[in-house]
């Protein structure tokens, strides 16, 4: 539930979806091994049809050339399509393997190495954006001033100044926790939504990010969300119409029932993530007044936005907070619930 400084995405736009570009490279390989592996022939005068050595034969009559047939439509995204072990392992590597990532350390910096590979082999184009974070105290211990960053993953062919959503979690913790459920649960089910999403049609282009230093370093409302916050203010005038809805991940693996919350009441993307929740199946309920997560800095810049996860949980911003506490079940809520979302309806 915290904060940071960034720069423009200039990453170069791949055309071809991770999976057909697989397939193509498979074929390729395929043909080159049976070109290899057939026998040699012996060179010899040329045969006609009866097989008397000699004679040639006539030349083969021409075919009219058919155009390619149109390449397939991506098929839609689906709740179905999660792979639940995806985010599993992501906790399990982020909170056990890399622990503790304050935002300007070097394990956050690990930490963020790792996912951006993840999402560059799901075949998306994947910046980072700098984020300067001011000194301070977070949850009672001292950090210094320094260098953050956020992950941006955007989809082949993706204009910002056109009508998309934004999907985020933060990857720092607190100094003291490896912060399994705060947050590498958020990031885990960013990634399989991602992974899920990749190379089939959402109702919209989606924006993955996991944002730098959302981890509070003082106690008012300007002293947390830093990441969030500069990726808001590096919008420009028509990207910022772009966005339609802003969902952020925070504390998504504790619970039953996936709280759905909003800045204020009536919240249109509130609305429409538990309306998404019927229609996967999930258990939901509304969390009115929720600002404590990245998705306040979209809201409170005026733009859509809601926050998935908050349940209570013992081993919050403490030592405790290690990847047993995570429940696989409601990493799969969530995870379906967010791909109901991202649907077309």
Known sequence: ???????????????????????????????????????????????????????????????????????????????????????????RHIAGVVGPREATGPAYARAADWVARALTRQGYDVARQRIDVPAGESWGVPVGAGRSVNVVATPPGFDPAEPHLVVGAHLDTVPQSPGAEDNASGVGVVLAVAAAASGRRTRLPVVFVAFGAEEPRGPTDDDHHYGSRRYVDLLRPAERRAVRGMVSLDRVGVGSTVPVGSAGDGDPVQRSLLAAARRAGVPAAPDPGQRSSDHWSFVRSGLPGARLGSTPYAGYHSAGDVPAVVERAQLRRVGRLLLAWLAPR
Not at 15 to 39: F, N, Q
């Open 1 to 91: 539930m915290t904060t940071s400084i960034a720069t423009p995405i200039t990453t170069p736009i791949t055309t071809a979806p991770r999976r057909r570009r697989l397939a193509v490279a498979a074929t390729a390989a395929l043909l080159a091994t049976a070109c290899s592996s057939d026998p040699a022939e012996p060179v010899g005068p040329p045969q006609d049809p009866t097989g008397r050595p000699g004679a040639t034969s006539s030349p083969p009559a021409e075919t009219e050339q058919q155009p390619d047939a149109p390449e397939a439509a991506p098929r839609p995204v689906l709740p179905d399509d999660l792979d639940v072990s995806t985010a599993v392992g992501a906790v």
